[in-house]
């Protein structure tokens, strides 16, 4: 798995995890398999959780918004409270880059890898992403015996403020300064937690 997460090279980053231990192989079976349901289901995080600062909508390749679990190509639109870019019609977006299960004698584990992108529904090249592109969020859902771990891994996240519109320069550098210092760990945590919950 570790090879999933990207080396950290630059800006900052973030690791949270969460983790539950079950009773029995079959408890620990089901706990996962909810728990992977649960973090591929990216337009249902925010009843999940109750995130406090952010919404996801999942969307396919060309922005449609569809309720389904989550595919290599397909993006969240992401609407953070306050002022969004033009370039993202006031909302953040990422791409999944990558989607991938791995079995062992040991337990399972689902990676969900996604990236700043550019906003889908126009022609526009530029990342519509407080954060540069090189930045990335590894989302994982792990059994290992009787134990489930959630975790993300933030990698490489510097403020996207070189953009050609000036506003949203001035504004991904005071969203992505909020990220650094804490501002999404709590988001993040919310998520860990709700999906390793057995309720």
Request: hydrophobic fraction near 35%; charged fraction near 25%.
């Amino acid at each position: 798995m570790k090879k999933e997460i990207p080396k950290q090279e630059e800006g900052s980053e973030m690791d949270v995890f969460e983790k539950t231990l079950l009773k029995d192989e079959t408890e620990a079976n089901a706990c996962y398999a909810l728990a992977k349901k649960r973090l591929l289901e990216v337009f249902n995080w925010d009843e999940l959780c109750g995130f406090p600062s952010a919404t996801f909508t999942l969307t396919d390749a060309s922005g449609k918004t569809v309720k389904r679990a989550a595919m290599e190509g397909d993006h969240f639109k992401i609407n953070i409270p306050g002022p969004g870019t033009t370039t993202g019609d006031g909302f953040d977006w990422v791409v999944v880059e990558l989607i991938k299960e791995e079995q062992s004698s040991a337990g399972q584990t689902i990676i969900m890898r996604a990236r700043p992108a550019a906003n889908p529904l126009h022609l526009n090249p530029e990342t519509a992403h407080f954060f540069k592109d090189k930045a990335t969020s590894t989302f994982t859902v792990t059994r290992e015996g009787l134990e489930v771990r959630a975790e993300v891994h933030g990698r490489n996240e510097v403020p996207n403020s070189d953009t050609s519109v000036l506003i949203n320069n001035v504004r991904n550098v005071l969203v992505g300064w909020g990220a650094k210092i804490g501002f999404s760990y709590p988001q993040w945590k919310s998520l860990v937690t709700a999906l390793v919950n057995q309720k």
